[in-house]
């Protein structure tokens, strides 16, 4: 299914499509009905597998088993004839090796993980009944209308609503070491690369200046950063 363009869309659009009110916010009721619909703002991790457990995994791929085969082939040969086991314990080294490096990639992307997660989990300021009110980042929802000020953290993606000066660290998802400055207008081109999204905001970016406000489209695995934590997820693949 193709992703909404949120950024083409006008403020009142989305507001509509997204079933919400831009000055009251989401009711309490409401909340509850699309946190059991969407889930929880959260990034999920596959679960974790035992060190022993990762390195067995690693000879199950079809090569490795091949190379054990050859292996034992050649030490029965090498016993048969006279020659010794040498290549037989080559062979070996070079699995286990295999099976090391592998366990090693494996568990440096579980931190990878672990490390888009903190960016994810941190307190936000919320509109709903009418009132600004502090939440985890964890229970916001598809419809809740964020509000931003310089040093926060941006806890889902979302099409901005308002702005006063407002620049953003986008560094983790582009790249761009320096401050993107955001604007409320639409764009009106359809094929637009993330970093040139000015009226959009991010997960796992920050608020380096200024100030805004925007309503929350994706949340969790469907935000952009859930997407390369779920790359991360698949790495042994």
């Given at each position: 299914m193709?992703?909404?363009?949120w950024?083409?869309k006008?403020?009142?659009?989305?507001e509509?499509q997204?079933g919400?009110?831009?000055?009251?916010?989401l009711?309490s009721?409401?909340?509850v009905?699309r946190?059991e619909?969407?889930?929880f703002?959260?990034?999920?991790a596959?679960k974790?597998?035992?060190?022993?457990?990762r390195?067995l995994d690693?000879?199950k791929?079809f090569?490795?088993?091949?190379?054990i085969?050859?292996?034992?082939?050649?030490?029965a040969?090498?016993i048969?004839?006279?020659e010794g086991?040498?290549?037989?314990i080559?062979i070996?080294?070079?699995?286990?090796?295999n099976?090391?490096i592998g366990?090693?990639?494996?568990?440096?992307a579980?931190?990878?993980l672990?490390?888009?997660q903190?960016?994810t989990?941190h307190?936000?300021?919320v509109?709903?009944n009418?009132?600004?009110t502090v939440?985890?980042?964890?229970?916001?929802?598809?419809?809740d209308?964020v509000?931003?000020d310089?040093?926060?953290y941006?806890?889902?993606?979302?099409r901005?609503?308002?702005c006063?000066?407002?620049?953003?660290d986008e560094?983790?998802?582009?790249?761009?070491s320096?401050g993107v400055?955001?604007?409320t207008?639409?764009?009106k081109?359809?094929?637009?690369?993330?970093?040139d999204?000015v009226?959009?905001?991010?997960?796992?970016?920050f608020?380096t200046?200024?100030?805004?406000?925007?309503?929350?489209?994706e949340?969790?695995?469907?935000?952009?950063?859930?997407?390369?934590?779920?790359?991360l997820?698949?790495t042994s693949?």
């Amino acid at each position: 299914m193709e992703k909404e363009k949120w950024f083409a869309k006008d403020v009142n659009e989305v507001e509509q499509q997204l079933g919400t009110d831009l000055k009251k916010g989401l009711s309490s009721d409401e909340v509850v009905k699309r946190q059991e619909k969407y889930g929880f703002n959260e990034l999920k991790a596959a679960k974790k597998k035992t060190l022993l457990q990762r390195f067995l995994d690693q000879f199950k791929d079809f090569s490795i088993i091949v190379l054990i085969i050859a292996a034992i082939v050649s030490g029965a040969v090498g016993i048969a004839n006279g020659e010794g086991v040498t290549d037989t314990i080559i062979i070996m080294i070079v699995v286990i090796v295999n099976a090391i490096i592998g366990v090693s990639q494996e568990a440096k992307a579980e931190k990878s993980l672990e490390a888009l997660q903190k960016l994810t989990d941190h307190a936000a300021k919320v509109i709903r009944n009418e009132n600004i009110t502090v939440i985890s980042a964890k229970e916001l929802v598809p419809g809740d209308i964020v509000v931003l000020d310089t040093g926060d953290y941006i806890p889902a993606d979302g099409r901005l609503l308002e702005c006063a000066s407002m620049k953003v660290d986008e560094s983790a998802l582009t790249g761009e070491s320096l401050g993107v400055e955001k604007t409320t207008t639409i764009i009106k081109e359809e094929n637009v690369p993330l970093g040139d999204r000015v009226n959009m905001v991010y997960s796992g970016s920050f608020v380096t200046y200024g100030r805004g406000s925007f309503l929350v489209t994706e949340i969790g695995m469907e935000t952009e950063v859930g997407k390369i934590a779920g790359l991360l997820k698949n790495t042994s693949e």
